[in-house]
């Protein structure tokens, strides 16, 4: 079986990301992810996001452009939804190539279900970790 069908394994690459850069990088979509484009309810995307805040760079990343990015802006300051850059890479600058650089992808249109599963675990292993060691 290819290793990429290992949820363990994603697991576990998450979590050397993390400790090897003290961040992951996650990069969501705008619209059906964060904003309910078409209705859909997009609140346990939103509350992942900001469980993930202490732990990740956050991008933005959408097929919005030009004016319609101080929309996406407005959206997401005025809905609480926490992020570092829209449509940039995690340090600021422009994205060099057609795709951003990221760990995980939350995105309606890619495997949204998936990456929402994995990055809870990946949140729950944090946590219980973070608890064993205040604990010695």
């Given at each position: 079986?290819?290793s990429f ?9 998450l979590?050397?990301?993390?400790e090897?850069?003290?961040k992951i990088?996650?990069a ?5 992810t ?12 939103i509350?992942?996001l900001?469980?993930?805040?202490p732990y990740?760079?956050?991008?933005c990343?959408t097929?919005r ?9 407005e959206?997401?300051?005025?809905n609480?939804i ?5 449509n ?9 190539v057609k ?5 995980q992808?939350?995105?309606?249109k890619?495997?949204l279900?998936?990456?929402y ?11 219980e ?6 604990s010695?």
């Amino acid at each position: 079986m290819d290793s990429f069908f290992d949820r363990d394994r994603q697991l576990d690459v998450l979590l050397e990301q993390y400790e090897k850069h003290g961040k992951i990088i996650v990069a969501f979509d705008f619209d059906d992810t964060v904003h309910p484009f078409r209705g859909n309810d997009c609140r346990q995307v939103i509350q992942l996001l900001r469980d993930l805040r202490p732990y990740a760079h956050l991008i933005c990343f959408t097929a919005r452009f030009d004016e319609k990015l101080e929309v996406v802006r407005e959206f997401l300051v005025s809905n609480n939804i926490p992020y570092d850059y829209i449509n940039k890479e995690f340090n600021g600058d422009d994205i060099a190539v057609k795709k951003v650089l990221y760990n995980q992808l939350l995105d309606d249109k890619a495997g949204l279900y998936e990456s929402y599963l994995i990055l809870t675990e990946f949140i729950k292993h944090i946590g219980e970790n973070k608890a064993k060691t205040s604990s010695l």
